[in-house]
Structures are given as structure tokens and as C-alpha cells.
């Protein structure tokens, strides 16, 4: 006869499952699929990109280009102010670094920012996480963090297809120095986003209005920026958009940004996630 003793003994001790950093892990799966519909998409920019960039630059397009992109509602579609048009850099910012990317990049980031705490209200998830030694304070976070983590990946999808269609085309003479700083430019404005998607969620308890909303608002100031350019009297539009501080092809096209311009981004981005922290600490959370 086996004694308890014994078959305590016998058996293995079931290992104790890690909780670091559990709701990073849990965060970036959920949005795995957006992350990776991100990365797509950027692979389709580099493959069109390297199959019309040979056509493109034998023909003789650059005295069009020139005039067509000079006017304002095409610099408030791209994002900046392009003088001319000539060499792999130049179709590289029209087709990888244009306003129309950054603001679909920022919706995807801002959308995992609206459903990351809200989604897991609505399947239960949220009771069971903070029924295990984890506070409000650290579930809110690690849910940024993953958000954070979330935009870095999309940036350096960017830079990978990037840097792999170079291989591709004869002579690409990228200046990889303002490269690196026009990707990290974007990177402030799609910490912004998803800070603000963050702050929505912290008090909008249906994940679909929370990530909706903080996806339209992303659209919105890509409207606020093409409307800006219409006229001198819609000037000021521009300074209240994330692109005024974000440019999307002026650090890469004519290297020049004002340093501090991003930082405004980031601030922003910090205010809304400490905002959002204070809410939701504070919030009744519904019941299931």
C-alpha cells in the first residue's frame, strides 16, 4: 500500500507558471494579426516599389512630378513639401514614407491601443487577470508597454523591406543616416496614436467603439492636414495635426527637421497614457 508521503514523493511537482510580463505576451498576441497585416502591407510597398522604380526613372516624368507636386493639396496628401523629383530616395518617400502611410500604420496602432483593455473586458479576461497578484496600475502598464512594442516592430518592418528592395535597384544612394531619423519621426507619431487608442480604452468599455473612434480621429488629422494646405487662411489647421510635427518626407527628401517637433508627439503621447492610467485606476469596471 502507497502511503500519501510516498506518492507526494513519486510525483512530479507541477512547475509554477510564469506571470512576467504576462500581459505584454497576451497583448501582442491579440494583435498579432494587425501587426502582421502591417508588415504585408509594407512588403507590398517594396515590391511595387522595385518593380516600377526602373520604369519610372527612365521616363521622362520628372518636369510632371515637379509641378504636380508642388501644389498644396498634394503636400497635404504626402505629408511635405517636395521640390523635385529625381533618384530612388524620392519614390521611396511617395511610396513608403508619405502622409497616406504614417496615418494607416498610426489607425492600426491606434485601433490595438482601443481594443487592448476593453476586448479583454468583454470576453471576462480582465476579472481573471486582476484576480491574480496584479494591479490595475501594472496590467495598464504592460498593456502600454506592449502597445510601445507594438509600434517599434511596425517601424522596423519599414526599415527591413527598405532596406531589402535596395538590393534590388542600381544604385539607391540612400542617406541612411536621415533614413534612420525620418523613421524614428514616425515613430513618435505612431507612439501618439497608440497612446491615444490607450486613453479611449481606459474608459470606453466596448472595444469596437473605443477602436474606432481612436482610428477616426487618426484620419481626421490626416484631413486637417490636406485641408490646412487649401489655403493660407487654413494655416492654422496644420499645427494642430500630428504631421506638422511628423513630417513625413522633408527629413528624408530635403534633410532638414526642427529637432524638437517630435518630442511635442511624445509628450502628447505621455500625457494621454498617464491620463488613461488615472481613469482607468480609478474606473468601475462593469460585470460579465
Not at 527598405?162 to 536621415?178: E, M
Not at 477616426?216 to 492636414?225: D, E, F, Q, R
Not at 487649401?230 to 489647421?237: E, G, P, R
Amino acid at each position: 500500500m502507497i502511503t500519501t508521503s510516498a506518492l507526494s514523493k513519486t510525483m512530479p511537482m507541477p512547475k509554477k507558471r510564469a506571470n512576467t510580463f504576462a500581459i505584454v505576451t497576451h497583448t501582442l498576441s491579440t494583435a498579432r494579426m494587425l501587426i502582421v497585416t502591417a508588415g504585408c502591407y509594407n512588403l507590398f510597398i517594396a515590391i511595387i516599389l522595385v518593380a516600377l522604380y526602373p520604369t519610372m526613372s527612365q521616363a521622362n516624368l520628372s518636369a510632371f512630378l515637379n509641378a504636380y507636386l508642388s501644389t498644396g493639396v498634394v503636400a497635404g496628401l504626402l505629408g511635405g513639401h517636395m521640390t523635385h523629383v529625381s533618384g530612388f530616395t524620392t519614390f521611396l518617400a511617395l511610396y513608403a514614407y508619405s502622409a497616406f502611410n504614417a496615418v494607416l500604420y498610426a489607425g492600426i496602432l491606434a485601433y490595438i491601443g482601443g481594443t487592448a483593455i476593453p476586448l479583454n473586458i468583454e470576453n471576462g479576461m480582465l476579472d481573471l487577470m486582476l484576480a491574480r497578484p496584479i494591479g490595475r496600475v501594472r496590467y495598464y502598464l504592460e498593456t502600454w508597454c506592449a502597445i510601445a512594442i507594438a509600434t517599434v516592430i511596425t517601424s522596423l518592418f519599414t526599415l527591413a523591406f527598405t532596406w531589402g528592395s535596395t538590393f534590388f535597384v542600381a544604385h539607391p544612394d540612400i542617406n541612411w543616416q536621415w533614413l534612420t531619423i525620418t523613421q524614428l519621426v514616425q515613430l513618435s507619431f505612431y507612439f501618439l496614436a497608440g497612446s491615444l487608442g490607450l486613453l479611449l480604452g481606459s474608459f470606453i468599455n466596448t472595444s469596437r467603439a473605443a477602436a474606432g473612434t481612436a482610428a477616426g480621429l487618426v484620419a481626421l488629422t490626416y484631413l486637417l492636414n490636406t485641408f490646412g494646405n487649401l489655403s493660407s487662411k487654413f494655416n492654422w489647421l496644420l499645427k494642430i495635426t500630428p504631421f506638422y510635427y511628423a513630417p513625413s518626407i522633408d527629413p528624408l527628401v530635403q534633410h532638414q527637421l526642427t529637432w524638437w517637433h517630435p518630442w511635442v508627439l511624445v509628450l502628447v503621447g505621455l500625457v494621454f497614457g498617464i491620463v488613461g492610467l488615472a481613469v482607468f485606476a480609478r474606473k468601475d469596471l462593469p460585470t460579465v
